[in-house]
């Protein structure tokens, strides 16, 4: 959030491609009846992802 203070924690969540798309229709999916541990998890991943080296 330091980076970017003017983002909301929903787009840094949708940014992070933590908010998923149906894979159907493209629509964003409600991630509001996923666990908390799934979505800390999904950050996690991204968290790895841009760490690695390019």
Do not use: C, H, W
Request: charged share 35%; proline share 6%.
């Amino acid at each position: 959030m330091k980076q970017n203070p003017g983002q909301r924690f929903a787009q840094v969540l949708f940014n992070l491609d933590i908010t998923q798309f149906k894979p159907s229709s493209g629509e964003v999916r409600d991630i509001f009846y996923d666990r908390d541990e799934v979505v800390l998890e999904r950050i996690r991943e991204r968290i790895v992802q841009f760490k690695e080296p390019k």
